[in-house]
């Protein structure tokens, strides 16, 4: 195996994608909610165009779905990230057990894990990472929506009936086999997150469009067994909080595919993705098996 990585950096002003110094005029209220309804059935629309249900379920009986949540405010989507939590999280499986899986936290694991199947543990995500919410199928749930919004809800306080999921996008292999469906939703405006403390200890909004034409965008490089993949690794700001995120790996990717499909439009630097065949070049990407966390 050969690997190549190549790395560049594209800092951006602000201004720097968009024409003009003027921001835009306020709208009358009405005016407003009709561009906003408008902006949300086109996003539904293209979405559903990409929708691929089950097509893939069969390629993997390690099933884990994230939720991509959209949310319209103004004239604007955003997509909602959470923060993982600084104390460090189990996933155990019980063998033989129909009921919920369970987290653990690190000092129990030292505890009990020694006699445990490592297999049947796994480590849910790392301290500090910005993420989708999401996780793996349980049991009890009926298919990839179900793990989402019930991943959701643990997470940030989503409740099912305050997300329209629109669609499934081409799944993606983490870890060589585990296959991880993104659904894609769109949110209640007056939705408030309350973070699970246990397992989030931040969430932030970022508009979808920065994901074609970011402020601070670093790329790499990767080769393997002669596929060519590129590392996306977007730095945001939060314009209220001056809080600096960093938003990389399998959920940059998801971000920018999204972003792409909605907006119809190539970003501001390279990608894997071909706007005018998306699911082929999806699949490419996303299910090609690769050992390799940096994807």
């Given at each position: 195996?050969?690997?190549?990585?190549?790395?560049?950096?594209?800092?951006?002003?602000?201004?720097?994608?968009?024409?003009?110094?003027?921001?835009?005029?306020?709208?009358?209220?009405?005016?407003?909610?009709?561009?906003?309804?408008?902006?949300?059935?086109?996003?539904?629309?293209?979405?559903?165009?990409?929708?691929?249900?089950?097509?893939?379920?069969?390629?993997?009986?390690?099933?884990?779905?994230?939720?991509?949540?959209?949310?319209?405010?103004?004239?604007?989507?955003?997509?909602?990230?959470?923060?993982?939590?600084?104390?460090?999280?189990?996933?155990?499986?019980?063998?033989?057990?129909?009921?919920?899986?369970?987290?653990?936290?690190?000092?129990?694991?030292?505890?009990?894990?020694?006699?445990?199947?490592?297999?049947?543990?796994?480590?849910?995500?790392?301290?500090?990472?910005?993420?989708?919410?999401?996780?793996?199928?349980?049991?009890?749930?009926?298919?990839?929506?179900?793990?989402?919004?019930?991943?959701?809800?643990?997470e940030v306080g989503l409740h099912p009936h305050q997300v329209e999921v629109v669609s499934h996008l081409v799944p993606y292999f983490i870890n060589n086999n585990d296959l991880v469906t993104p659904v894609v939703g769109f949110l209640d405006p007056d939705f408030q997150a309350q973070p699970n403390a246990d397992e989030v200890k931040d969430v932030f909004l970022v508009p979808l469009d920065?994901?074609?034409?970011?402020?601070?965008?670093?790329?790499?490089?990767?080769?393997?067994?002669?596929?060519?993949?590129?590392?996306?690794?977007?730095?945001?700001?939060?314009?209220?909080?001056?809080?600096?995120?960093?938003?990389?790996?399998?959920?940059?990717?998801?971000?920018?595919?999204?972003?792409?499909?909605?907006?119809?439009?190539?970003?501001?630097?390279?990608?894997?993705?071909?706007?005018?065949?998306?699911?082929?070049?999806?699949?490419?990407?996303?299910?090609?098996?690769?050992?390799?966390?940096?994807?």
């Amino acid at each position: 195996m050969r690997v190549r990585v190549r790395t560049r950096c594209f800092p951006k002003s602000p201004a720097a994608c968009r024409k003009g110094t003027a921001g835009p005029m306020p709208r009358p209220c009405g005016l407003q909610e009709s561009v906003r309804n408008n902006l949300i059935d086109d996003a539904k629309a293209r979405l559903k165009k990409f929708d691929v249900g089950t097509r893939y379920s069969h390629l993997s009986p390690s099933k884990y779905s994230v939720l991509l949540p959209l949310l319209a405010r103004g004239e604007k989507l955003y997509l909602l990230f959470t923060v993982r939590s600084d104390k460090r999280f189990f996933h155990i499986n019980i063998p033989g057990s129909t009921s919920h899986s369970t987290l653990i936290t690190e000092s129990t694991w030292m505890a009990i894990g020694e006699g445990m199947d490592q297999e049947k543990c796994k480590l849910r995500r790392a301290p500090g990472e910005v993420c989708f919410p999401g996780g793996k199928r349980d049991p009890v749930d009926a298919d990839d929506t179900a793990t989402a919004l019930r991943e959701a809800q643990e997470e940030v306080g989503l409740h099912p009936h305050q997300v329209e999921v629109v669609s499934h996008l081409v799944p993606y292999f983490i870890n060589n086999n585990d296959l991880v469906t993104p659904v894609v939703g769109f949110l209640d405006p007056d939705f408030q997150a309350q973070p699970n403390a246990d397992e989030v200890k931040d969430v932030f909004l970022v508009p979808l469009d920065y994901f074609l034409c970011p402020q601070v965008y670093y790329q790499s490089h990767f080769t393997h067994s002669g596929y060519h993949f590129v590392l996306h690794c977007f730095e945001y700001t939060d314009p209220e909080t001056g809080s600096k995120y960093l938003i990389k790996g399998m959920t940059s990717k998801l971000a920018v595919l999204a972003a792409l499909i909605i907006f119809e439009k190539s970003p501001s630097f390279e990608t894997e993705f071909d706007l005018h065949d998306l699911i082929p070049s999806c699949e490419k990407t996303f299910l090609h098996r690769c050992s390799s966390s940096k994807l």
